[in-house]
């Protein structure tokens, strides 16, 4: 618990960064320069028997929370192995896609409010809710964000608390790329609100809306410096690792990856879709670590400040779709879970992993 609040501590520093209002300066870099060489190296499964876990959020005691996404269950982990079920999350629906029990993301204030907010497809469309954990189960569910388009595909769903102590969502276009243009729209989107939902202070529109122009993005973090990257499905040609800046447009449906249409902001690297196809990303240990789907591999980019450096691949085609990937809080160590029970990974239920990875 302890190694969590000095996270937590340390992460409060940089809240003037992740609201934006000195991302416009240059870094000098984002990890020790004893760091450059680390780089997975052993892997161990922490637990098997899973069918689609989507969502992981650290409690403070070192366990995790993990949604399944068709199922709708929460489970609780410990990093000895034990699962629990914690719950079933109500209103929760399944579009036959990419639809379901998506992300979540344990309140910072977890000791005091025992508060989780979820992120999951209802009958209306996608939605944001508030949920109690009292160490033992589930209850009290409220809707905060509602009025999310959905679709088969397209549904963004991930869910974290930045070092600001605000919630930030990514949506997706819901397979309508134009929605990803329109700032009055919440799909194709980065949002950014206060824990009852409500638009965050500093927000560039006034709104929800924190950048816009996505396509389906799945994975975000902060580095240490407070900085947003952003993991994101391109379409047919380039998947996207992106630096958030507030109010800024990422391009989607006029810029699959690079371009040079004024107004729109680049990636800072970019793959082949057959390469990448990024769910989960997190920072450790001076690099970037992107779960790639279509891929089968774990991507370790390397950064230096407002810079991403050569992408280098791990376990390609080993362990096969890899969805979401977390750091270990306090430890030099990321947890790794796949999806190859879902529709493209053709594998029956009970057929997923969460795995353990140490960078030395």
């Not at 680390?38 to 992981?56: H, N, R």
């Not at 650290?58 to 269950?73: H, K, M, N, Q, V």
């Not at 790639?292 to 390609?316: C, F, H, N, Q």
Request: aromatic residues 8%; neutral net charge; charged residues 20%.
């Amino acid at each position: 618990m302890k190694s969590y609040r000095n996270t937590l501590v340390a992460a409060a520093a940089t809240t003037a960064l992740t609201a934006g209002l000195l991302l416009t300066q240059t870094g000098t870099g984002s990890a020790a320069t004893s760091a450059a060489d680390s780089a997975p190296s052993d892997i161990k499964t922490v637990s098997s028997g899973w069918s689609i876990p989507w969502g992981l959020s650290w409690l403070p005691d070192g366990s995790a929370l993990i949604t399944e996404r068709d199922a709708f269950d929460v489970y609780k982990l410990t990093q000895s192995g034990t699962r629990t079920k914690v719950g079933t999350v109500p209103n929760v629906v399944t579009t036959g896609g990419e639809g379901g029990l998506l992300g979540i993301a344990v309140s910072p204030n977890w000791n005091s409010d025992h508060a989780v907010y979820l992120m999951h497809t209802a009958s209306d469309g996608n939605r944001i809710a508030r949920m109690t954990y009292d160490g033992s189960s589930l209850s009290g569910y409220k809707a905060l964000v509602t009025g999310i388009k959905k679709n088969k595909y397209h549904n963004g769903g991930r869910l974290k608390f930045g070092p600001d102590g605000y919630l930030y969502a990514t949506t997706g276009e819901a397979q309508t790329p134009e929605l990803a243009q329109d700032k009055n729209s919440l799909n194709g989107k980065i949002l950014r609100m206060t824990t009852d939902g409500k638009p965050a202070p500093g927000n560039p529109f006034g709104t929800l809306v924190y950048s816009y122009g996505h396509r389906n993005p799945q994975g975000i973090t902060w580095d240490p410096q407070g900085r947003l990257w952003e993991a994101e499905f391109g379409n047919s040609k380039y998947d996207e690792l992106n630096l958030i800046e507030p109010g800024k447009n990422y391009g989607w449906p006029t810029c699959e990856g690079n371009c040079s249409t004024s107004g729109m902001t680049n990636p800072k690297r970019q793959w082949p879709v057959g390469d990448a196809s990024p769910s989960g990303v997190t920072y450790a240990d001076g690099a970037m670590y992107m779960a790639a789907l279509r891929g089968e591999r774990l991507w370790r980019i390397p950064v230096d400040g407002t810079s991403a450096g050569t992408p280098k691949a791990y376990y390609t085609s080993s362990y096969g779709r890899l969805r979401t990937v977390e750091t270990v809080p306090g430890k030099n160590t990321l947890w790794l879970s796949t999806t190859n029970a879902d529709n493209n990974g053709g594998e029956p239920d009970g057929a997923d992993k969460v795995f353990q990875v140490e960078l030395k």
